[in-house]
């Protein structure tokens, strides 16, 4: 008896769910739309335009190359140039942080539309990850022609790249729900959130190896998604040794929960947006 | 538009099955949870309490084809029930139900984002309403053409007008393809020229689709709605035909107007008096009355009105008369009689008395009137007992749209060519 009314209420919990997903699939064409709205407006009336997504992660790299490779010697591996290295990680990092302190305040600054139009309402967040994501494009298109400036081979580790993608935009998405979400409820997470991705930012291997970590922390350090989500970035582009398959599971598993808890945590509160406001 | 039997046999688009609607305070801070914590302990379920309850228990569903008008006073709950229609915010109690493709046009040019060009802003603004991209191409032509922007459509919105932001709104809400539109406010954008346009085009969409008019224009409901709502702080006040429900509704608006008149308008009544005279023969007061002596201060064109005027004598006095002058709000001289031009002979002897002048009808333009009211002896109105000009206002409610002042009866014919 039980056991069947646990039943149909998973059966609800997901016909529920698939329903919220051909929604956003229908409105797939706005999800797009303002992710590109966002790009155009960001870049009109800039002198530099398109070229700004390039030259935020090179002009970063080059400033951490500059000190962490000749003011403060960072150890890492022997054949892999500081600067890839941290590029990889500036790039990986950028897209995160930018996703989730863009998408977090989101939902309240499209309050307009919110309280005057029906549509899934996250294809707001969403589409700010989106719009970070071809600024990430960008950034890899940059690194080919980084690798082939210093000469670096291509490194077998490629067949990880699409699996650690999924990963981290799964994970990324996942926290921009639950920040956008919380922050319509509860404008505190805008204060938080600068001073939360500083010190995640420093918790993470953006600009030093996790190699650095001392050995009895490594496992409580891989905890972090991020740490795990970078490091087999390096690993799948300049052949850097791969973090263990338990932690790549852990950040799977993260990432998985992350993003159907946040999406079903938005969807949930979603309806009191409007009155919110 | 359907005929009336077909809409009683089409199928309902929307319903509304006892709806409540209550907006929640919000609790600002943690110290301010803390209170309503302890209070909550307390003093039971104070929840529900600290909201405000927009909406109570309406019922009403809309049929295929018709075009419902909302009216009532602003916050009686009208852009509630776009909202719940719109799946903008979801009831607190009982059931919305909307059938097909809605498209919600609560404000003109809502989605635009100010950086993009005219003609960008038609596909995002599509895209919100849940268009594909192919749908939208399917229009976008005529959309610009209606519109009528031509090349500032290449141009960030942010430099348009407000005519011309509400023109590029409208041309897009009136060409995306819907089943249900739900509208606010949306004829009264533009110039002249541009709002009759926006009239032909909702004309068109009317034949095609259910539309929810919601407008503070009730000459404009009238005209455009098969059925009107009257919603009342948040309870359906009364429905049905749009010239009956407008009508009531204006007479209530009134109603409420003369209630407050006896307290505080008064004094502006008075400020806008003049009084000259004598004082043999003092007006104390005058009042306004319906046909069955109630005091009223707004009349339909058939409505009765009857001026009671209470004297007061210093001495006993056997040529005096009464005179009632109406005037238009901006001072045209209406109509004017007095007893002397009726061959009255008027014996008053009492200290006080009262006296009353009927008008069986009013057939006047809707309107301000203003009534002046005299005492005097032998017809000399240049020395009067008591002359009070402006002494009372009242308002003629009503559906015609003549111009001037004075309804004359007419009739036109057909035209008969030749």
Same mark, same amino acid.
């Given at each position: 008896m039980r056991c069947a009314s646990d039943r149909s209420l998973n059966v609800t919990v997901i016909t529920l769910m698939v329903e919220h997903f051909k929604r956003l699939v229908r409105y797939r064409g706005l999800l797009w739309n303002l992710a590109v709205s966002e790009l155009k407006s960001k870049h &009109?009336?800039?002198?530099l335009g398109m070229l700004w997504a390039l030259l935020q992660p090179v002009s970063l790299m080059v400033v951490y190359a500059v000190v962490f490779s000749v003011f403060v010697n960072v150890p890492i &591996?022997?054949? @892999?140039p500081y600067a890839l290295f941290a590029y990889v990680g500036l790039v990986t990092w950028l897209f995160f942080a930018t996703s989730f302190s863009t998408g977090t305040t989101s939902v309240v600054s499209q309050m307009n539309l919110i309280t005057k139009a029906s549509f899934p309402r996250e294809v707001i967040p969403l589409s700010k990850l989106i719009a970070s994501g071809f600024d990430f494009l960008i950034g890899w298109g940059c690194f080919l022609l980084l690798l082939a400036v210093y000469g670096m081979p291509f490194k077998p580790?490629?067949?990880?790249f699409p699996w650690i993608l999924c990963v981290h935009v799964l994970f990324t998405a996942g926290l921009v729900l639950w920040g956008a979400a919380l922050y319509v409820l509860k404008r505190d997470v805008g204060s938080v959130m600068p001073l939360l991705l500083q010190v995640w930012m420093f918790l993470s291997? @953006?600009?030093?190896?996790?190699?650095?970590?001392p050995e009895k922390y490594q496992s409580l350090y891989l905890i972090n998604p991020m740490a795990t989500i970078i490091e087999s970035y390096r690993s799948a582009t300049l052949g850097v040794p791969a973090p263990s398959v338990a932690a790549m599971g852990t950040a799977s598993i993260i990432a998985i929960v992350a993003f159907a808890s946040g999406y079903a945590y938005f969807k949930h509160v979603e309806v009191r947006f409007a009155d919110i406001m | 538009m359907p005929s009336k039997l077909e809409i009683d046999h089409a199928e309902n688009m929307i319903v509304f099955e006892q709806v409540s609607k209550c907006y929640m305070q919000q609790t600002k801070t943690l110290l301010e949870s803390w209170r309503r914590l302890g209070l909550w302990n307390a003093q039971g379920d104070q929840a529900q309490e600290s909201g405000?309850? #927009? =909406?109570?228990e309406l019922s009403f569903s809309v049929k295929r084809g018709e075009t419902l008008g909302i009216i009532g006073d602003n916050g009686a709950g009208k852009s509630t029930i776009l909202k719940l229609m719109a799946g903008i915010t979801v009831p607190t109690h009982g059931r919305v139900d909307v059938k097909g493709r809605i498209s919600s *046009?609560? %404000? *003109?040019? #809502? !989605?635009?984002? +100010?950086? *993009?060009?005219g003609h960008e802003n038609i596909y995002l603004n599509g895209a919100v309403q849940g268009l594909s991209r192919a749908e939208i191409d399917g229009c976008v032509a005529r959309i610009e053409e209606f519109s009528g922007l031509g090349s500032f459509l290449?141009? +960030?919105?942010? $430099? $348009?007008?407000s005519g011309m932001y509400a023109r590029l709104g409208f041309a897009i809400a009136a060409h995306v393809k819907a089943d249900v539109i739900i509208t606010d406010e949306? =004829? #009264?954008? !533009?110039?002249a020229a541009f709002q009759r346009q926006c009239l032909r085009k909702f004309k068109d969409l009317q034949a095609a689709s259910t539309i929810i008019f919601v407008s503070h224009d009730l000459t404009r409901v009238r005209e455009v709605c098969s059925r009107v709502l009257w919603v009342r702080q948040g309870r359906l006040h009364c429905e049905g035909d749009p010239e009956k429900v407008v009508e009531a509704y204006l007479l209530a608006v009134q109603q409420e107007r003369d209630r407050n008149l006896r307290t505080e308008v008064v004094l502006d009544q008075e400020a806008a008096e003049s009084r000259r005279g004598?004082? %043999?023969? %003092?007006?104390v007061e005058v009042a306004t009355c319906n046909e069955t002596g109630e005091p009223r201060m707004a009349f339909r064109s058939d409505d009765v009105l009857v001026v009671r005027i209470s004297y007061r004598l210093r001495k006993p006095c056997h040529d005096a008369g009464f005179g009632v002058n109406i005037m238009s709000?901006? !001072?045209?001289? /209406?109509h004017g009689t007095n007893t002397f031009i009726s061959g009255m002979v008027l014996n008053m002897t009492r200290e006080s008395g009262i006296i009353e002048l009927r008008y069986p009808s009013l057939p006047v333009v809707p309107g301000t009137y203003w009534l002046t009211v005299g005492v005097t002896s032998d017809?000399?109105?240049? /020395? +009067?007992?008591d002359l009070r000009e402006r002494v009372r206002k009242i308002e003629v409610l009503g559906t015609r749209r003549d111009g001037g002042v004075v309804c004359l009866e007419h009739q036109w014919s057909r035209p008969v060519e030749c």
């Open positions: &009109r009336q800039t002198a &591996r022997q054949g @892999v580790m490629w067949f990880l291997p @953006v600009i030093y190896p996790s190699s650095l970590i | 405000f309850w #927009a =909406l109570r *046009l609560i %404000e *003109l040019g #809502a !989605g635009f984002n +100010p950086d *993009l060009t290449n141009v +960030p919105v942010k $430099y $348009y007008s949306i =004829l #009264a954008v !533009g110039d004598t004082g %043999e023969i %003092e007006i709000h901006d !001072g045209v001289f /209406v017809n000399n109105w240049s /020395v +009067p007992y």
